[in-house]
């Protein structure tokens, strides 16, 4: 399905409209393409077969002949054009959180600025307050920015890095000769950023798995290739690099790529201690043969082979951070992790009622293709206009519509929800009536981020007394690479939710993942119920559960600790003990 690649590709255009002030409603009409294909339930690739591009909303004859281009060459010349006629910094600066087309242009043109760091120097130096109409804040978001784009170190969210290695790893597998191939490195572990993509591939024919990689689509520039490596930047600026190993070493390899390197470290003084030699290449014994010492190979083949060989169960990649999982694999004593097969439902959707794009009928058809069995809608409460949040006559109106839809479905049932909103003094953001309607309650903050850190806390912590409140979405509020978590004492929060027999959430979109892993571990350990919800607007986000499952593996969780792992019935059950307690 080319959808994604196509917003993506719609969007970058507008960019670089806006970045070369051009018509406002062309911008517009390239970002309205871009959330309607997006949007859209079915691979665009069968509606332009179909000729019924232009029947979509906000597509015309201009934009159905690019996608019609897309579809059949996988590139797009218009946009081509426009990016070599970009000085890439431009494009550089409009990821800065605060830094608009109009200020990057001017920062370009005016201070000549082309690279991050000669941004950085010249806010330092205060030349940016400098230009006429320019004013102090904007050199000092602009420093803000700048350091958030750098505290994700040059980190690229997982997000955008595991469908792309995803992609290479399926190219290599296409390749003759290719035996296995795998992503391996902090992306395999599920690390919310990852430095860059490390692949892996066992082939009979190393050079043609090397070229092959060299030449795929989407590299802008090859930073080294030899026999068996060689490394590249994607044009999304993230560095990949492929080892082709032995089929023999794959195991080992795979392994040894995957660290963290923390792990490794404890691996090989566990091989030396009992004799051995570990290292990409396999594990090792000495042994003493006709004609001298020599080394013999006692596993290398597969990964599970290696733990095996160094008295260890296999460590499932995601605990792989020298945080105890040594020990309690030498121990038989480690969790069995949660799997994305062990997902019965989604808990956290938006529908066309609030800001999602998808209607309830959608909705319900994507995710029983999913194999779910149920799913919550969570639309937004009334106080949150800029999400277009439900009127009580609108919220009624949906609940009427789900209780419809319901009766039409089959081993499948939308639950009636809300995403509401934890008022500054904690209060819920909804009439108690309303309240008591609902299936299932999620509560949120979504405004007044900056209050002190005990304010912030008794906040949440009011809001998780009410007994019709059963579920925290996003916790700490943090976007990764653009926002902080807020100020607020989690191990009080997780006290309370224990406590009042709340669940919390981890949102499985990739620039949130909050619960983070560490968190997870920490709720978990204080008895509080996980749940997983996509928070989807369109509905491929409702494949973000993946990164909801990695972040909870990452956390230690088991299929116990998740409470959509549970059956509808048993869903409800769960939530109506905590407010049918109070
Ligand atoms: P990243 O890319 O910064 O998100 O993190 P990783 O973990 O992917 O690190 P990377 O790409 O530098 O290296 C991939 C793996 O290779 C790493 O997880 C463990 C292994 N590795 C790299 N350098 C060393 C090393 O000096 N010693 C050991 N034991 N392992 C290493
Ligand atoms: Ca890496
Ligand atoms: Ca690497």
Not at 15 to 38: H, M, Q
Not at 276 to 281: G, T, V
Not at 449 to 476: G, Q, S, Y
Not at 498 to 509: F, Q
């Amino acid at each position: 399905m080319k959808n994604e690649e196509i917003a993506k590709r719609f969007d970058e255009i507008a960019d670089i409209l806006e970045l070369r002030g051009e018509n406002v409603f062309r911008i517009n009409a390239y970002r309205r393409g871009a959330r309607t294909v997006e949007g859209l339930a079915r691979p665009i690739e069968d509606a332009a077969a179909e000729g019924a591009l232009a029947e979509l909303p906000g597509i015309g004859k201009d934009l159905a002949s690019k996608i019609e281009e897309f579809v059949e060459k996988g590139s797009m010349s218009y946009l081509e054009e426009l990016r070599s006629g970009t000085p890439p910094i431009l494009l550089e600066m409009l990821r800065i959180p605060g830094v608009g087309p109009k200020t990057a242009v001017r920062l370009h043109e005016e201070l000549g600025v082309s690279s991050l760091d000669e941004l950085r120097r010249a806010a330092l130096d205060h030349r940016i307050q400098a230009l006429p109409k320019m004013k102090a804040k904007t050199e000092e978001n602009i420093l803000k920015g700048l350091d958030f784009l750098s505290r994700a170190g040059g980190r690229t969210p997982i997000g955008v890095a595991l469908p792309l290695a995803l992609r290479v790893v399926a190219e290599l597998e296409k390749l003759p000769g290719v035996k296995r191939a795998a992503a391996a490195g902090s992306l395999r572990r599920f690390r919310e950023t990852v430095g860059d993509i490390d692949i892996l591939c066992a082939s009979s024919s190393p050079a043609a798995a090397i070229a092959a990689f060299t030449h795929q689509d989407g590299v802008a520039r090859v930073l080294a290739e030899g026999s068996t490596k060689a490394s590249v930047v994607m044009r999304d600026g993230i560095q990949a690099d492929l080892r082709v190993v032995d089929e023999e070493a794959f195991g080992s390899a795979l392994a040894y790529f995957t660290g963290s390197k923390e792990h490794n470290i404890r691996l090989r003084e566990i091989a030396i201690k009992r004799g051995m030699k570990l290292s990409e290449y396999g594990v090792f014994k000495a042994a003493r043969g006709k004609d001298g010492a020599k080394e013999i190979r006692v596993a290398g083949r597969t990964e599970e082979e290696v733990y095996k060989a160094l008295g260890l169960s296999f460590i499932p990649p995601e605990i792989r951070e020298d945080a105890g999982e040594i020990e309690a694999a030498r121990a038989g004593k480690l969790p069995s992790l949660v799997e994305l097969s062990d997902i019965r439902g989604d808990l956290h959707c938006h529908s066309d009622y609030s800001d999602g794009a998808a209607t309830l009928t959608e909705i319900a058809a994507a995710a029983k293709a999913r194999g779910y069995s149920y799913m919550l809608i969570t639309d937004h409460s009334q106080g949150l206009h800029v999400a277009n949040g439900l009127s009580p006559q609108r919220l009624i109106r949906q609940m009427g519509e789900i209780d419809r839809l319901n009766e039409k479905l089959k081993g499948f049932r939308l639950l009636k929800g809300s995403e509401v909103d934890i008022l500054p003094d904690g209060a819920l953001d909804m009439r108690e009536d309303l309240l008591e309607r609902l299936d299932v309650v999620y509560v949120a903050i979504h405004s007044n981020f900056k209050m002190k850190r005990d304010a912030m806390t008794r906040r949440v912590v009011a809001a998780l007394e009410h007994p019709r409140a059963h579920i925290l979405a996003h916790p700490t509020g943090r976007l990764i690479g653009v926002r902080d978590a807020y100020e607020i004492d989690m191990a009080e929060i997780f006290a309370a939710a224990a406590r009042t027999g709340t669940a919390i959430e981890i949102n499985a979109h990739p620039a949130r993942l909050d619960l983070d892993s560490g968190n997870c571990r920490l709720a978990a350990d204080a008895g509080v119920m996980i749940a997983i919800g996509t928070d989807t607007h369109v509905l491929p986000e409702l494949e973000n559960m993946v990164y909801g499952i990695g972040t909870a593996r990452r956390g230690w969780l088991s299929k116990g600790n998740i409470l959509n792992t549970r059956t509808c019935k048993q869903v409800i059950s769960i939530i109506n003990k905590k407010s049918s307690a109070a």
